[in-house]
């Protein structure tokens, strides 16, 4: 079975500061993995995925995320938080073939203070 | 155009009520998924179906009976509706099941 664990459910920083979003997956084959972002009342929007191809992956707004098979991490991180930034985030993780799915992390709700 | 669209955005009805739930893609997607969100914003599948047909049926109450009448449409039907069943359900699709999944807006259903 696969999971994904997202350490803390609240990340506040301040606008301009790194922000750093933690995931650690369990997978007994290799993964696929995903962040999605939902900002209030709408869907999840896909930020990047990591498909076995190259190890550090770059996403839409200034995301990007670092898959790391040792730690079993997959950490999203942007260089300088922005107030738009303030969502909830979820990872994910998926295996291959037609009866896969997505397996959601439990979110972490963004913060970002002036 | 939007990709995956869901209709109604809001849903309000009483207990032991039967409801449905619509969902169209247009981005040419073998697969399309359901996903419930609860209030504590927890993501699960409920149910995906490729090319018509349901290859995922999660531990979901039988009152809950998708439908997929052609690869671009994946309705949701639920009979009897408990105060439980309030959530946001989201419809999804992708190509393949291994692809990244592309959500609608979601449906907010409250039970009353």
């Known amino acids: 079975a696969q999971s994904v664990t997202q350490l803390g459910s609240h990340v506040s920083v301040s606008e301009g500061a790194l922000v750093l979003l933690r995931c650690n997956y369990s997978?007994?084959?290799?993964?696929?993995l995903f962040w999605y972002v939902q900002y209030p009342n709408q869907g999840l929007q896909l930020l990047l995925k990591?498909?076995?191809?190259?190890?550090l992956v770059k996403g839409i707004n200034g995301f990007e995320a670092e898959f790391k098979k040792s730690e079993t991490s997959f950490h999203l991180t942007k260089p300088s938080a922005h107030m738009s930034d303030a969502a909830e985030y979820f990872c994910a993780v998926s295996g291959t073939g037609t009866a896969s799915k997505l397996t959601f992390g439990t979110g972490t709700r963004l913060q970002v203070t002036l | 155009d939007t990709a995956v669209s869901q209709t109604p955005k809001y849903l309000v009805t009483q207990m032991g009520n039967d409801k449905s739930i619509k969902c169209e893609q247009n981005?040419?997607?073998?697969?399309m998924y359901w996903y419930k969100q609860d209030s504590k914003k927890f993501l699960k599948i409920m149910f995906s179906y490729n090319n018509k047909e349901l290859i995922i049926n999660e531990t979901v109450p039988n009152r809950f009976s998708p439908k997929s009448p052609d690869k671009a449409h994946l309705n949701l039907h639920i009979n009897s509706l408990e105060l439980g069943d309030s959530a946001v359900y989201f419809c999804a699709s992708s190509q393949g099941g291994q692809a990244e999944a592309f959500f609608g807006q979601g449906t907010r259903l409250t039970v009353v």
């Open positions: 997978s007994s084959v290799p993964p696929y």
């Open positions: 981005l040419g997607h073998d697969t």
């Open positions: 990591y498909t076995s191809a190259a190890t």
